[in-house]
């Protein structure tokens, strides 16, 4: 996803324009006659037709005041405490040029914490601990090497061209750090079999191989919450022509894209903006049958694949689920 627009600069919800919004992407039909659930309004039927509702976007509600204890009833995940962003560039977003980098930024730097930790574990030549290669690579290329490549695939294809053509002016870096950035994502998965085949060296060279790519990235990202925000600001963009974009940023993504990238945004966003603004943007902003994948099966797909196999890496404890899913379904939770 972009530098999606988070609607957080009132405090009142308004009546929102409607706007059509289909998310196309992936085969769903399967998907539906799998999870389907017959109490909801938004029907897996219509999601297996690909004949997805009209979005509603919403203003999101101000955050004002103490931030409240975070824990909501989606899936029954504790989320995480509010504790603000961690952005160097961004310490106290002002307007929704400042709020809509952070959105998907913010997950990747809380990822970007994750990963070292489980870094700090690795060690899968040691007998017993054999089963962290798989566990590890599985997820990194399923999860956060996807939603990476998908996020900065979105700013080169769809926003900046956006924004340029409104005017804004962007540094040429950004597009060559993308494509690094991608070169050196696609790199990482050469080393899963000579670790696998038991090559030390590959061990070491897989941990600095990710530890400079994660730096690099966190550097791009910084350089990205001081271009983006001027560059929109001194462009003729508006706040709903940004909305436009990123709805096509959202079709682009289809429902793969989004089910990788939405949790960890969610997740995120209950600890840099809290748990009020991550409600109401699932609550308001999200395409109803967005809303519906959501909260029926990728949070819980995230809370098992990726909270449970970052636990297990972290913990040294093997992984007690599949970190893939086990079928051709993508939107059910993988137990
Ligand atoms: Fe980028
Ligand atoms: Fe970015």
New binding site residues.
């Given amino acids: 996803m ?2 999606t627009s988070s609607k957080m600069s009132v405090s009142v919800p308004q009546k929102p324009a409607q706007k059509t919004l289909l998310v196309g992407g992936g085969s769903p039909k399967k998907a539906a006659e799998l999870c389907m659930d017959p109490d909801d309004s938004f029907t897996s039927e219509a999601l297996a037709k690909n004949q997805l509702r009209p979005a509603r976007l919403r203003p999101m509600p101000m955050l004002t005041g103490p931030m409240p204890k975070s824990s909501i009833g989606l899936a029954g995940l504790q989320w995480p405490m509010f504790v603000g962003p961690t952005s160097h560039v961004i310490k106290a977003p002002k307007d929704w040029c400042d709020r809509g ?1 952070l959105l ?2 913010e997950a ?1 730097r809380w990822l970007h914490g994750e990963i070292r930790k489980i870094l700090t574990y690795f060690d899968p030549l040691v007998p017993g601990q054999d089963w962290q290669t798989s566990l590890f690579f599985s997820w990194l290329e399923r999860y956060y090497i996807l939603a990476v490549r998908h ?2 695939d979105s ?1 080169e294809r769809i ?1 900046n061209p956006a924004i340029i053509g409104k005017g804004g002016s962007l540094p040429a870096k ?1 597009t060559s750090d993308h494509k690094d950035i991608i070169a050196r994502l696609n790199s990482c998965s050469k080393f899963r079999s000579r670790i696998e085949n038991g090559e030390e060296i590959a061990v070491v060279k897989f941990k600095n191989h990710l530890t400079q790519l994660i730096d690099m990235i966190e550097d ?2 910084a350089e ?2 001081s271009a ?1 925000p001027e560059a929109l600001r001194s462009s003729g963009m508006t706040e709903a022509d940004e909305e436009l974009v990123v709805e096509k940023i959202i079709q682009d993504l289809g429902l793969d894209g989004n089910k990788v990238l939405l949790p960890p945004i969610i997740y995120a966003m209950h600890m840099w903006a809290g748990r009020e603004a991550a409600e109401a943007m699932v609550n308001t902003q999200l395409p109803p049958q967005i809303k519906f994948a959501l909260t029926h099966f990728w949070i819980r797909d995230f809370q098992v694949n990726s909270l449970g196999v970052i636990s297990s890496l972290q913990g040294m404890v093997p992984f007690q689920g599949s970190p893939q899913c086990t079928t051709p379904c993508i939107v059910c939770a993988v137990q």
């Fill in positions: 972009g530098c980098i998907p930024h990747f996020h900065h700013e926003y950004i791009h990202l990205e919450e983006y």
